[in-house]
C-alpha cells in the first residue's frame, strides 16, 4: 500500500509541481529572502499531507509549460518546508563553514583554562569582554555623574570602590544574561556563521546545564548588588525582567536593539543610588538619571545597530528581525540621528546635575567627535570592520565621556567652580 501511494504521489507531483511553481517561488523568496535574492540553484521540499510523501527537486529544473492544474484534480494539500530550505538557502560562506569541525582555542585566556570548564567560560563570553565594557560604562557615568550631587561630595576612595564593584557586577551579569540569551536561541544559533558554534548550540552544554550555571551567576549577581545601600536592590532587581526577555524581542520586532539598550543602560540608573542618593526625593537627580539613561539607550542602538550587520545575510535566513535589516537602505542617517539624540540627552544630564564647561567639552564634544567620525569611516558591508568598530569605538565613545565626568567632577572637588556655576541642590548623605 506505501508503494502504491508513493507511486500516485510521483505522478501527482509530476504533473503539479510546475503549475505551482510560480506561487510557491513567490511565497518562499517573501518569507526567507525579502531582498529578493537568487535561489534558482537551490533544492526545495515539497510535501502533500494526504500522501505522506516528499518530492524534490531543483528549481531550475521544473517545467512551467503545462500552465493550470488538470480539470479532474480540484485540491491539492502542500507544506513548504522551511527549515529545510533556509538551511540550504543560507549565505554560502555559512554553508561551508557548518563544514569545518569545533575546534578548542588554542591562544587568549581560554587557552589555559580545563577543557570541561572552556564551554562555560565561552558562555560568558570570557574571550570576548567588549558586552562588559558596554554594560560597564553607564555605571561608570552615572556614578561620577552623581558624586558631585551628594554632600559632602562623594570622596575619591569611595568612588574607585563603587566603581569596582559595577565592574564585577557587570561581568557577572553580562555572563548570565548572555546564558539565557543562548537559551532562547538554541535553535537558532546553528543557522548563523558566527554563532554556530556557541556552547549550547553545538551541544557541548546542556539546556538543563546551562539553567543551572545561570541560577550560579544570578545569585553572585545578587551577592554584589548586596555590597551596595539597600536601595539599590530595589532598582536593580526590575532590570532582571529585560535581561530575561530581550532574546524575545528578536523574534517579534525588528527594534530588539531598543530592548537591549533597557537593559545595558539600567547602570546610568544605579549610581546615583550607589551613593546613597535617593532619586525619589531629588528632582535634579532624577532628571540627570532619566536623562542619561536615555542617552544610553540612543547609544546602545546605535553600536548594536553596527554590530547587527555582521549577521545580516544569515539573520534573514534564520528568520531573526534586526533594526539593521529593518533600515539597511538608511543605516547611516538612522545612526546620525541616533548619535544626535544621545548626545543632547548627554547634555540634558549635565545640565540637570549642575554640571560645567568641562563636562560639557569634555563628555559631549568627545561623544559628537568619536561618534562622528565612526559612523563616516564603518564599512557596514565588512563584517571585520563593522567588528573593529564596536569593539573599539567603546572606548573611544566610552572612554571620552568618562574622561570629562571625570575631570568634571576633580573641578567641583577642588571648588573650580565656585561661584561660576549654578549648582543644584545638595543631597545630605548620612
Known amino acids: ?19 505551482f511553481q510560480n506561487s510557491l517561488r513567490a511565497a518562499i523568496t517573501k518569507s526567507t529572502y525579502p531582498h529578493n535574492s537568487t535561489i534558482a540553484n537551490s533544492t526545495h521540499e515539497w510535501q502533500d499531507r494526504n500522501l505522506s510523501w516528499t518530492y524534490r527537486a531543483p528549481i531550475s529544473s521544473l517545467d512551467t509549460s503545462q500552465g493550470i492544474l488538470p480539470s479532474h484534480i480540484s485540491s491539492v494539500s502542500i507544506r513548504y518546508s522551511t527549515t529545510y530550505v533556509r538551511q540550504d538557502l543560507a549565505p554560502e560562506p555559512a554553508r561551508t563553514a557548518r563544514l569545518a569541525p569545533y575546534e578548542p582555542p588554542t591562544t587568549g585566556l581560554l587557552s589555559y583554562l580545563p577543557a570541561s570548564w572552556i564551554p562555560y567560560a565561552e558562555l560568558i563570553r570570557l574571550d570576548k569582554p567588549t558586552g562588559t ?16 550631587l551628594a554632600s559632602p561630595i562623594t570622596p575619591p576612595l569611595e568612588i574607585l570602590s563603587t566603581i569596582a564593584l559595577f565592574l ?40 538543563p546545564q546551562a539553567i543551572v550555571f545561570t541560577g550560579f551567576q544570578l545569585l553572585t549577581g545578587l551577592g554584589v548588588l548586596l555590597q551596595f545601600p539597600m536601595q539599590c536592590l ?127 567639552v569634555g563628555s559631549c564634544g568627545s561623544a559628537g567627535l568619536t561618534l562622528a567620525w565612526m559612523i563616516h569611516r564603518v564599512n557596514l558591508k565588512d563584517v571585520k570592520d563593522c567588528w573593529w568598530w564596536f569593539r573599539y569605538g567603546c572606548w573611544f565613545t566610552g572612554g571620552g565621556v568618562t574622561l570629562g565626568l571625570f575631570g568634571e567632577y576633580l573641578a567641583q572637588l577642588f571648588g573650580l567652580y565656585r561661584n561660576k556655576v549654578d549648582q543644584p541642590d545638595k543631597i545630605e548623605i548620612d
Open 133 to 148: 565594557y558596554y554594560l560597564f560604562f553607564p555605571c561608570v557615568f552615572s556614578t561620577l555623574l552623581a558624586a558631585p
Open 234 to 360: 530595589y532598582y536593580g532587581v526590575p532590570s532582571l525582567l529585560l535581561v530575561g526577555t530581550y532574546p524575545l524581542a528578536k523574534r517579534v520586532t525588528h527594534y530588539p536593539q531598543f530592548v537591549l539598550g533597557l537593559t545595558f543602560s539600567w547602570g546610568a540608573i544605579m549610581g546615583f543610588p550607589a551613593l546613597g542618593i535617593d532619586l525619589l526625593s531629588s528632582t535634579s537627580a532624577m532628571t540627570a538619571a532619566g536623562c542619561l539613561y536615555a542617552s544610553n539607550i540612543a547609544w546602545t542602538v546605535l553600536y548594536d545597530m553596527i554590530y547587527a550587520h555582521m549577521d545580516i545575510r544569515d539573520d534573514v535566513a534564520a528568520g531573526i528581525k534586526s533594526i539593521a535589516l529593518k533600515h539597511e537602505n538608511n543605516t547611516k542617517a538612522v545612526l546620525s540621528g541616533l548619535a544626535v539624540v544621545q548626545i543632547g540627552l548627554l547634555a540634558a544630564a549635565g545640565t540637570a546635575a549642575g554640571a560645567g564647561p568641562i563636562f560639557f
Open 1 to 19: 500500500m506505501s508503494l502504491i501511494l508513493r507511486s500516485r504521489g510521483l505522478l501527482l507531483y509530476r504533473s503539479l509541481v510546475s503549475s
Open 168 to 207: 564585577t557586577g557587570a561581568l557577572i551579569m553580562r555572563g548570565a544574561g548572555c546564558t539565557i540569551n543562548d537559551l532562547w536561541d538554541r535553535n537558532l544559533d546553528p543557522h548563523v556563521t558566527r554563532t554556530r558554534f556557541r556552547p549550547i548550540a553545538r551541544g557541548a552544554v546542556t539546556p
